[in-house]
């Protein structure tokens, strides 16, 4: 009679049991309560060194998911719309157009980059150019700002216009236009709002994030539409 | 996902995980829903070496199981955000996930070997012919590295004693064979199974006596040239077979699976 030395079964039961896992046996993998257990010891016999590289991964990986995760619903909640412009037919700052342009509904257009003056207000700007508000957006209190640099990229690509609805009050998620501190303008999503400061994000998870006291509010307005570049 | 009935949660499926923040994978759940950075990151820590560990023992190439196993996780959570899904079973989601990407990764690299070898051989409707460089058996033999012919037989043993195994164990005795292989404690397996230390020594000898009689069926089956080579193979990787009485077939409950630490044989395994 054949017999497997006993003090040998376990080594081969090992065996049979790693290959037995290694296929794509349902047991191995589906019970919830060895794999918990499962998770938990290997985080437990990590080395120091593998501990720290998993924690600077996971900042990373929060940072980058939540940012892709964000960019995914600005994309569905701003489709992306045909940028129609036109010659302003008077020459004003963005403050004197705004009824004449929305009378005729169109918006005032102006580069956010040249909004970034020190100690100009966006009202002050001159503007030249006027965008044609689409059929589906009604009238009201609105701006148009060409966009520059990539912070917001993929949502927003530099020189992408955005249209801002004025006097908006911002909610978390929101995409917003702020003025901060050292008067320039930014194109941030509201992350979050809590103990009087704002934090403001960026889709491009290059980008740190931006806190600004909510007073006094900082928020110009918030974004509803945005016009593919020309 | 291989199972479609993981994605309905139950009141009743309270998993506890190894956080403090958030003590079940419900909150857990809850938290990523709500777009919370920190339950993003806690999932991240949590399982990552799980998933690491599951893509190694997938074959995923070393230097390519950080990105699997980021780029699956990121893609995850995408999914139960938008979708606002709640898995019944958090880990088994995950592992199903990653299983399921794994074997897509090895199905394109395996079409693309196919097309890749397919262009040496076939020529469509040219008149060109291929002249066959011919090897001789030795040649084959000659080339392959020094531990290839050791390690063919028992692999191929192993493999077929695994697929015996798979089908002659009921679920407990796989669950228990499995933690085996894991270098799970015995105590832990017994928690597993939902029953006392006592009964899971009384099962764990059962099991040595049932995977026994199966493995030496298995031997038996074989001719007796095939049965040396298996002995041999079975010798090099320090696995003792021999002939003898019936009479002294009987098992140790208290084999070395008790003798050592968990901590350590984890160790020794890696």
Request: aromatic residues 4%.
């Amino acid at each position: 009679m054949i017999r497997i030395e006993e003090q040998s079964m376990d080594e081969l039961m090992r065996l049979v049991a790693q290959r037995i896992e290694s296929e794509d046996h349902t047991l191995s993998y589906q019970d919830e309560r060895f794999l918990v257990w499962l998770a938990n010891d290997l985080r437990l016999g990590l080395s120091r060194a593998e501990r720290s590289k998993d924690e600077r991964d996971a900042d990373e990986f929060a940072r980058w998911t939540i940012a892709r995760v964000a960019a995914r619903r600005a994309e569905k909640t701003l489709p992306r719309r045909e940028l129609r412009q036109r010659a302003a037919p008077i020459s004003a700052t963005v403050a004197q157009s705004l009824p004449a342009a929305s009378r005729e509904r169109c918006v005032t257009m102006l580069d956010l980059a040249v909004a970034a003056g020190q100690g100009r207000e966006i009202w002050d700007e001159p503007c030249d150019r006027w965008l044609e508000l689409p059929d589906d957006i009604p009238s009201g209190r609105y701006v148009a700002l060409r966009v520059a640099g990539d912070s917001m990229a993929p949502v927003i690509e530099p020189r992408d216009v955005i249209l801002i609805q004025l006097d908006a009050t911002p909610r978390t998620g929101d995409l917003i236009v702020a003025r901060l501190p050292d008067q320039s303008h930014v194109v941030k999503r509201v992350a979050s709002i809590k103990e009087g400061r704002i934090e403001l994000a960026s889709f491009n998870p290059g980008y740190d994030s931006i806190f600004v006291s909510r007073d006094p509010s900082p928020v110009v307005g918030t974004v509803i539409a945005r016009f593919t570049r020309e | 996902m291989e199972q479609s009935d993981n994605t309905v949660r139950s009141g009743d499926d309270q998993f506890a995980i190894a956080s403090s923040r958030y003590p079940t994978s419900t909150l857990l759940l809850g938290a990523i829903h709500r777009g919370e950075v920190g339950a993003i990151r806690e999932l991240f820590i949590l399982y990552a070496p799980l998933l690491r560990d599951q893509a190694r023992r997938m074959s995923v190439n070393p230097d390519e199981r950080d990105e699997v196993v980021t780029t699956l996780l990121d893609d995850v959570v995408l999914h139960l955000m938008e979708n606002e899904i709640t898995p019944r079973h958090l880990a088994r989601y995950l592992v199903a996930a990653l299983r399921n990407r794994a074997r897509n990764r090895h199905r394109n690299a395996k079409r693309q070997r196919t097309t890749r070898d397919g262009a040496y051989s076939e020529l469509g409707h040219t008149r060109e012919r291929i002249v066959a460089e011919c090897h001789s058996e030795y040649g084959v033999h000659a080339a392959q590295p020094a531990d290839a012919e050791a390690t063919l037989p028992l692999r191929l043993a192993i493999a077929k004693l695994a697929e015996k195994s798979a089908t002659e164990l009921n679920r407990d005795e796989m669950i228990m064979m499995i933690g085996i292989g894991r270098h799970v404690p015995l105590r832990d397996i017994a928690e597993q199974l939902g029953i006392t230390y006592g009964a899971a020594r009384v099962r764990l000898h059962r099991l040595r006596d049932r995977f026994g009689r199966l493995a030496i069926q298995y031997v038996a089956t074989l001719k007796a040239d095939e049965r040396r080579e298996i002995e041999r193979f079975f010798r090099r990787a320090q696995v003792g077979i021999s002939e003898k009485k019936e009479s002294e077939s009987e098992q140790r409950v208290n084999g070395p699976l008790q003798q050592r630490s968990p901590r350590e044989k984890t160790n020794d395994q890696n």
